[in-house]
């Protein structure tokens, strides 16, 4: 990775540099007042202020057709005593316990990142790799599934084959790694703002079940009905807001995250104070639209996915099915493409298409690099999420000898172990786009990494792959 010519104008100080190293002036209010080189992170404005717009009012209509079921009495919520013999109280206490576990574990296992990344990122990849080889052999086995078993081996291999190519480009990604999870130790803010978004999400999910729950009707011999055609079409509105919402919170942490990194590659030697509410205050004023663009089009693709995964299962016809695949290919991939351009939103503020627009060159014209590295540091962030879920349910069902209670805390360590894990995703996502525009920038601020990365570039490089 170099920094690439054919790129669109990047914002440095105070201006735009184009091809021709021709300085144009940048209009705007640089979000670190009480920083001298802070230019790079300039408001420009609002942007895509109509998605912002149509967003709030979205999530408003639903909000306010839950409070008007509440009031009209179409929603009841009935207590339930518990069943299982577990109490309320119980339940409460197992959970902040194996969320204290979990929680310490992630951090744990952060500092294990930090000090041997390239060993963890290996050992990740292995198990990866392992564990499709194990569930293989279980279909074939104890399942007797001779497709499912083809699959996971046919996975497992393919894996192989691709962490045998990746080798060369295993430094960058332990380089970049190390620093992320510095990162995180040093800003633990932004873990605070991840966490806050679970609450969020939450919150969301209550008045979307609370919206739909004034479109249907409960009896005891038809069970759970719409209310007519327009009630269906009201249905696939609220799953729409509902995804859009999720979305929405996600990327406002995903950007905020990636702000805070920025300013830390861009601005080591001089950094502002507060980064992370400056980083996150933008994320909700000026690039709020853009978050909402992007958002909006994810969530158009998980309804869809949303829809076919219901076709598939009703009619389980090979047209529904093509389609399910189809679309989920889709949606990942646009996922994907997401978390860069909402890097390029974070660091130079720009709006979506214009951030959408960077990421496709960057993502065409370091196809491998991109690809390569997110895989290797993904791996090791699903592994050490995989483990801690399973842990922590199974020392909870040691303890409480309680199925219901150890699943319970195993979802709720999933949660845990994802809010804390993404910070360091996302900051490793924000430091290889910038190290990709701006390689030199590294010089002045952290010279002693910038040569190990350019070290680990070269390497990289010299590699046919």
Same mark, same amino acid.
């Given at each position: 990775?170099?920094?690439?010519?054919?790129?669109?104008?990047?914002?440095?100080?105070?201006?735009?540099?184009?091809?021709?190293?021709?300085?144009?002036?940048?209009?705007?209010?640089?979000?670190?007042?009480? &920083?001298?080189?802070?230019?790079?992170?300039?408001?420009?404005? @609002?942007?895509?202020?109509?998605? &912002?717009?149509? +967003?709030? $009012?979205?999530? /408003?209509?639903?909000?306010?057709?839950?409070?008007?079921?509440?009031?009209?009495?179409?929603?009841?919520?009935?207590?339930?005593?518990?069943?299982?013999?577990?109490?309320?109280?119980?339940?409460?206490?197992?959970? /902040?316990?194996?969320?204290?576990?979990?929680?310490?574990?992630?951090?744990?296992?952060?500092?294990?990142?930090?000090? $041997?990344?390239?060993?963890?990122?290996?050992?990740?990849?292995?198990?990866?790799?392992?564990?499709?080889? !194990?569930?293989?052999?279980?279909?074939?086995?104890?399942?007797?599934?001779?497709?499912?078993?083809?699959?996971?081996?046919?996975?497992?291999?393919?894996?192989?084959? +691709?962490?045998? #190519?990746?080798?060369?480009?295993?430094?960058?990604? =332990?380089?970049? #790694?190390?620093?992320?999870?510095?990162?995180?130790?040093?800003?633990?803010?932004?873990?605070?703002?991840?966490?806050?978004?679970?609450?969020?999400?939450?919150?969301?999910?209550?008045?979307?079940? &609370?919206?739909?729950?004034?479109?249907?009707?409960?009896?005891?011999?038809?069970?759970?009905?719409?209310?007519?055609?327009?009630?269906?079409?009201?249905?696939?509105?609220?799953?729409?807001?509902? @995804? +859009?919402?999720?979305?929405?919170?996600?990327?406002?942490?995903?950007?905020?995250?990636?702000?805070?990194?920025?300013?830390? @590659?861009?601005?080591?030697?001089?950094?502002?104070?507060?980064?992370?509410?400056?980083?996150?205050?933008?994320?909700?004023?000026?690039?709020?639209?853009?978050?909402?663009?992007?958002?909006?089009?994810?969530?158009?693709?998980?309804?869809?996915?949303?829809?076919?995964?219901?076709?598939?299962?009703?009619?389980?016809?090979?047209?529904?099915?093509?389609?399910?695949?189809?679309?989920?290919?889709?949606?990942?991939?646009?996922?994907?493409?997401?978390?860069?351009?909402?890097?390029?939103? &974070?660091?130079?503020?720009?709006?979506?298409?214009?951030? $959408?627009?960077?990421?496709?060159?960057?993502?065409? %014209?370091? *196809?491998? =690099?991109?690809?390569?590295?997110?895989?290797?540091?993904?791996? !090791?962030?699903?592994?050490?999420?995989?483990? +801690?879920?399973?842990?922590?349910?199974?020392?909870?069902?040691?303890?409480?000898?309680?199925?219901?209670?150890?699943?319970?805390?195993?979802?709720?360590?999933?949660?845990?172990?994802?809010?804390?894990?993404?910070?360091? @995703?996302?900051?490793?996502? *924000?430091?290889?786009?910038?190290?990709?525009?701006?390689?030199?920038?590294?010089?002045? %601020?952290?010279?002693?990494?910038?040569?190990?990365?350019? !070290?680990?570039?070269?390497? !990289?490089?010299?590699?046919?792959?």
């Amino acid at each position: 990775m170099s920094k690439r010519s054919e790129e669109t104008p990047l914002v440095v100080g105070t201006y735009v540099t184009n091809d021709n190293a021709e300085m144009v002036a940048v209009t705007g209010v640089p979000i670190y007042a009480d &920083a001298q080189c802070g230019t790079r992170f300039v408001n420009q404005g @609002y942007r895509d202020l109509w998605a &912002a717009a149509l +967003w709030v $009012a979205a999530f /408003a209509a639903v909000s306010l057709r839950a409070v008007y079921g509440f009031a009209q009495g179409q929603i009841t919520v009935e207590e339930r005593k518990s069943e299982g013999g577990v109490s309320g109280s119980d339940l409460v206490a197992y959970t /902040a316990v194996s969320g204290l576990i979990t929680l310490l574990g992630n951090v744990l296992a952060m500092g294990v990142m930090h000090v $041997a990344p390239a060993a963890y990122i290996t050992m990740s990849n292995v198990i990866v790799i392992l564990l499709n080889f !194990a569930v293989g052999v279980l279909c074939f086995t104890k399942l007797n599934s001779t497709y499912g078993g083809i699959v996971f081996v046919l996975v497992g291999l393919i894996h192989l084959w +691709w962490f045998y #190519l990746a080798q060369r480009r295993i430094p960058l990604a =332990a380089l970049l #790694l190390r620093w992320s999870t510095e990162i995180a130790f040093k800003y633990s803010a932004t873990l605070y703002v991840s966490m806050y978004s679970v609450l969020l999400n939450y919150l969301n999910a209550f008045v979307t079940i &609370a919206t739909i729950l004034t479109f249907v009707t409960y009896s005891s011999d038809k069970g759970i009905t719409l209310n007519g055609t327009n009630s269906y079409l009201a249905l696939i509105g609220v799953l729409l807001v509902f @995804y +859009w919402t999720n979305q929405v919170i996600m990327n406002v942490v995903h950007v905020t995250i990636s702000g805070v990194g920025a300013t830390v @590659y861009f601005m080591n030697a001089h950094m502002p104070s507060n980064p992370t509410w400056h980083s996150f205050r933008r994320a909700m004023t000026t690039s709020f639209g853009s978050i909402c663009f992007g958002s909006l089009v994810v969530a158009i693709l998980q309804l869809l996915h949303a829809l076919c995964r219901a076709a598939a299962s009703n009619r389980r016809s090979f047209i529904a099915v093509c389609a399910l695949c189809l679309v989920s290919c889709l949606e990942r991939l646009v996922q994907f493409f997401n978390k860069y351009a909402f890097t390029y939103v &974070a660091i130079y503020g720009d709006n979506f298409i214009e951030a $959408a627009k960077k990421a496709w060159n960057l993502i065409t %014209t370091a *196809t491998c =690099a991109t690809i390569f590295n997110d895989n290797l540091i993904y791996s !090791a962030i699903y592994v050490t999420i995989l483990f +801690w879920t399973v842990a922590t349910g199974a020392i909870v069902y040691v303890i409480y000898r309680n199925v219901a209670v150890a699943v319970s805390c195993a979802i709720w360590a999933f949660v845990i172990s994802v809010v804390v894990l993404r910070v360091v @995703y996302v900051s490793v996502i *924000t430091m290889f786009v910038c190290v990709a525009e701006e390689p030199d920038a590294l010089r002045e %601020t952290n010279p002693t990494l910038h040569g190990e990365i350019m !070290a680990a570039i070269s390497a !990289a490089n010299s590699s046919s792959v």
